[in-house]
């Protein structure tokens, strides 16, 4: 549809009324040419202003470690106050509809109050420049481009002034009153950058132009609501936009308001689920090809050799991928096929400008940051992205652990996001936002210690706080430790308190307990294949994470590097551990390496450092002496047991908290007393008489005969009979016994 003409700037109702009055501020005068609004006198919108700027541009970056403004500053020493005056105008509407997350208010005044300052004598800037200069913005994500690239948005906008200098005014003029005339305009522009672009364009005509500038956003609007008006037009880029203008006015009719891409109910409706925002990709070329690492560096890109492959479109589906690699690669073996699906898709559909790109040379790695859409080169024998690559290279050794872990994953394309946060500390200053929150993006330490234990968490267990604190230590040093003993002494209580008290945490988040049982099998631990119904009733199967996998995922989240995360595992020794942990042994001794699983053999595995794993063993179901030796030799192994610490003591401290009759310590001592130390296996823990019921005479009658005599004459089967048991073990004679002494 074409809107009706307008001699005026159109503007769209909504929270970015301001950004647009203060664009028109800017470009109605020089649109239209007339002198620019700052002063009311100088002509800035010329070819000749904005050939002098573009030329001092084109110089490059006299210093790389130096911030932007210094060098602008720098390059524009000298020139002319309409070149000048013209940078000014360009910062701002460079940065004008940014959002805070990529430029703080701050420094989008600051900016374009600096430039203002380079003039003789310094411009002062207007109010109404500053009222659209909000806070909030409307472009809001995945805008690094804007903050990476100015240099290059600088030059595209000066090439835009000389673009609209040389037309007609009858062109300006339909250029005013049709948007896609406007767009003419703009796209006829030398040397296209889409990012600036369809931000002008839409500050030009926002009733018409959407605040979204990334490809790969726009296609997922338009994909999501096509079918709100009869489906989709076409893929050109003219045809996304009429699609999405479609149907934005199809949901403002119905919200009754200009809608906001951007807000809760409607980005989780198009972003398509499971997008972590921004990646990072760790690149590699065949044989570490040494002259192409360096072109990358000098041309400013990155490339993938697709000489077999036929043509294939940015965006295209990972069926497609897979179906054209398998048939335009059968000279290669299975892993070099997958190896190439991967990295094909990543770089035409999952790769976004903005995504930090990485690969190492010589025990080095350079970071950059991906700027450009996919392009094939001109025989279509390579597929290429820009990029900026930045000038500090980092020796590998020097990263963290976990980077390094990542750095070592084998193939082409390698995502290695899990990391991203650790890889954005590598960049320097002047690449990251400028604003106060720029630390946000710094390196998230790894856990560096647990906290100490207190001696009020040792007294909420009537434990000492000295055993209690060696576990912890152990567990911090091992990663993994076995709580085993007799019943009732507390393993599966102590573990849940001691990771929860661990972890800090009072939503139990990073706190998971999974019990072991004979027939628990790895795909009901780690992952597996579970039957599944698809959308037309069919039964098909699905792989589904287990809890280990589940925990250890969220663990490596990016952001949570510091925070503990623990696994309890109840009964541990009731299941067939090595059936059940399967290539997971190497993982639980070799922390800093990692495996191929075998439910996913082309995704490497590694378990976090921050995840640690409490099982726990009751020795009266079976003994530890038989354990695998494999776990033994992984596991840190402490004994709870009635007669040594922490446990021993830990029922006459639990009574005398709560003022209660110590009988119940006396009798389980005089019972335990009753077993022969060989049968220490057998003793029994004080939970069973931490119970109200244990308070009573009736009640603790109860416990006898129903808890700890069945324990007893199935351990004495054959041994002593029933009447030797209730001599020895019965209650009656224990508190016989303890009267007379």
Not at 110 to 119: H, I, P, T
Not at 425 to 445: I, K, Q, S
Not at 473 to 491: A, D, I, M, S, W
């Amino acid at each position: 549809m074409t809107p009706t003409p307008k001699t005026a700037m159109p503007r769209a109702l909504g929270i970015s009324q301001e950004i647009e009055d203060a664009a028109w501020f800017v470009l109605g005068p020089g649109l239209q040419g007339r002198p620019s609004a700052l002063d009311g006198s100088t002509l800035t919108w010329t070819s000749e202003a904005a050939a002098e700027l573009h030329d001092r541009l084109e110089r490059g970056v006299p210093d790389p470690k130096a911030p932007m403004m210094t060098n602008l500053r720098q390059n524009l020493q000298d020139a002319s106050r309409a070149a000048k005056q013209l940078a000014v105008e360009l910062l701002f509407l460079q940065s004008l509809p940014l959002a805070h997350e990529v430029k703080s208010l701050k420094v989008k005044r600051a900016r374009v109050a600096e430039a203002a300052s380079w003039l003789e004598p310094p411009l002062e800037l207007p109010e109404e420049l500053y009222k659209g200069m909000t806070d909030h913005g409307v472009i809001r994500d995945r805008t690094a481009e804007f903050n990476w690239t100015i240099w290059d948005h600088l030059k595209w906008l000066c090439r835009f002034v000389q673009h609209v200098d040389q037309q007609i005014p009858a062109a300006i003029s339909k250029a005013l009153k049709d948007p896609l005339k406007f767009h003419d305009l703009a796209a006829g522009t030398p040397g296209d950058q889409p990012a600036i672009r369809r931000s002008i364009e839409y500050l030009a005509w926002p009733s018409y132009f959407e605040p979204v500038v990334a490809d790969v956003e726009r296609q997922e609007i338009r994909d999501a609501f096509a079918s709100l008006v009869g489906g989709a037009k076409g893929d050109t880029d003219e045809d996304i936009t009429a699609d999405i203008q479609r149907i934005r006015l199809h949901l403002d009719e119905q919200a009754g308001q200009r809608i906001d891409w951007y807000a809760r109910q409607l980005v989780s409706q198009w972003r398509k689920v499971g997008d972590p925002g921004r990646r990072a990709w760790l690149l590699r070329t065949h044989s570490d090809n040494a002259e192409l690492l360096s072109a990358w560096q000098s041309e400013e890109k990155v490339t993938l050799d697709v000489e077999h492959l036929r043509l294939l479109d940015a965006g295209v589906t990972a069926g497609l991928v897979q179906h054209a690699v398998d048939e335009d690669y059968k000279h290669l073996g299975y892993v070099e096929r997958e190896d190439t699906k991967t990295a094909v898709f990543a770089i035409l559909s999952v790769m976004k400008p903005g995504d930090l790109v990485l690969y190492q040379n010589a025990g080095t790695v350079r970071v950059g940051v991906v700027l450009g859409e996919p392009e094939h080169n001109e025989d279509n024998r390579r597929i290429r992205r820009k990029v900026r690559w930045f000038d500090e290279a980092h020796t590998t050794t020097d990263l963290p652990r976990h980077v390094q872990r990542q750095l070592a994953t084998p193939g082409i394309i390698v995502d290695v996001t899990r990391v991203v946060q650790a890889l954005q500390a590598l960049l320097p200053a002047e690449a990251e936002p400028e604003d106060d929150d720029a630390g946000a993006a710094a390196v998230v330490p790894l856990q560096e210690g647990f906290r100490p234990l207190t001696p009020e968490f040792a007294d909420s267990l009537h434990m000492d706080l000295e055993p209690l604190q060696e576990i912890a230590e152990l567990l911090e040093e091992n990663r993994q430790l076995v709580l085993y003993g007799p019943p009732g002494t507390g393993k599966t209580y102590l573990a849940k308190h001691l990771a929860a008290e661990l972890a800090d945490d009072s939503t139990d988040e990073r706190v998971k307990l999974v019990q072991f049982h004979p027939s628990y099998a790895y795909e009901d631990f780690f992952e597996g294949y579970r039957p599944d119904k698809t959308d037309e009733g069919q039964v098909s199967f699905k792989l589904v994470a287990g809890p280990l996998r589940r925990l250890a995922e969220e663990a490596a989240k990016p952001g949570n590097e510091k925070k503990p995360y623990f696994l309890i595992i109840d009964e541990m020794n009731r299941a067939n551990l090595a059936k059940v942990f399967g290539e997971l042994y190497f993982l639980l001794e070799y922390r800093d390496d990692r495996i191929y699983l075998q439910y996913s053999p082309n995704e490497p595995f590694t378990l976090p450092d921050n995840l640690y794993i409490i099982g726990t063993m009751n020795t009266a179901d079976r003994s530890i002496a038989m354990m695998d030796a494999a776990i033994r030799r992984r596991f840190a192994f402490i004994e709870l047991h009635p007669q040594t610490e922490p446990v021993k003591g830990s029922l006459l401290r639990f009574l005398q908290a709560r003022q209660l009759d110590a009988t119940p310590a006396l009798l389980l001592d005089a019972l335990n007393a009753a077993i022969d130390e060989w049968d220490r296996d057998l003793m029994i823990g004080p939970s069973y008489f931490m119970k109200p019921a244990a308070q009573t005479p009736a009640g603790l009658r109860r416990i006898w005969k129903y808890e700890l005599m069945p324990l007893l004459e199935e351990h004495y089967h054959g041994q002593l009979t029933r009447a030797q048991l209730e001599e020895r073990f019965g209650l009656d004679q224990l508190l016989g016994r303890l009267a007379a002494s």
